[in-house]
């Protein structure tokens, strides 16, 4: 009984992972309507999306701009 439940859970357990990995939301769509404006629960309505992976959007958005922002070089006070 044991092991019939311990293959259960890892044959599903290995089928779940590909199907999440699949998904890759559209973030360029996302940026582009808070762009104009729209609110994030819109955003997810309109888009079809949950509206958590709008706010991941956001944040990997966020992440990109600090990235390309230029690092202030250190003043030297010599």
Request: glycine share 2%; aromatic share 2%.
């Amino acid at each position: 009984m044991v092991f019939a439940t311990l293959a259960v859970t890892l044959m599903l357990s290995m089928t779940s992972a590909p199907v999440r990995a699949k998904y890759n939301p559209n973030c360029d769509a996302v940026m582009k309507e808070l762009r104009q404006g729209k609110e994030p629960r819109q955003i997810a309505s309109d888009l079809n999306m949950h509206e958590n992976t709008v706010h991941r959007c956001i944040r990997a958005g966020a992440r990109t701009q600090r990235r390309a922002r230029p690092t202030p070089s250190p003043a030297t006070s010599r």
